[in-house]
């Protein structure tokens, strides 16, 4: 069953903070930068600027989000006990739909991330060394763009 999407309630930002803090967790290389609270905080200024869609199950309970500012993707987290279920595809086939063009940026280390991305039509277009986010970690900034809107970027690996 598809799970139903609709813009976050503030009274979200506590399943989502939660998601956030247990991405966090269960990555050995990322870096514990934020409390729970922190997370839980975070995620209620994106529910606030209107960016945020909840992916919600039958029962009412949250099972990811997907934060898009325009076409930016902030994030995008699913629940540990909901991954592998077309929760997150399913948010992001919503914001294809919404926007001709979507970027945003992963971790090198997260190869399944990477994947994902990479099955639903996005490209490398730019690496960072890690000295633009917080983190400081590696990353790659990753570019969808629709059927017909121009020529779809190319990976920079097919260019190297």
């Not at 960016?51 to 039958?58: H, K, L, N, Y």
């Not at 279920?85 to 919404?98: K, S």
């Not at 639903?120 to 970690?137: C, P």
Request: net charge neutral; hydrophobic share 45%.
């Amino acid at each position: 069953m598809s799970p139903l999407l609709r813009p976050a309630r503030p009274t979200d930002a506590g399943s989502l903070g939660a998601m956030i803090t247990s991405a966090v967790e269960a990555h050995a290389w990322k870096p514990l930068l934020h409390s729970g609270a922190e997370d839980i905080a975070h995620a209620g200024s994106m529910i606030e600027r209107g960016w945020v869609t909840v992916a919600e199950g039958g029962a009412g309970e949250v099972l990811g989000f997907l934060a898009r500012e325009a076409t930016y993707i902030h994030a995008l987290f699913v629940a540990p006990g909901s991954q592998g279920r077309g929760i997150g595809r399913a948010l992001l086939q919503d914001a294809q739909r919404a926007a001709p063009r979507l970027e945003l940026w992963t971790f090198v280390a997260n190869t399944r991330a990477q994947r994902f991305y990479e099955r639903a039509g996005f490209a490398v277009t730019k690496r960072g060394d890690g000295s633009a986010n917080e983190e400081g970690l590696p990353d790659l900034l990753y570019v969808w763009e629709a059927p017909g809107i121009g020529t779809a970027p190319r990976s920079m690996e097919a260019r190297a």
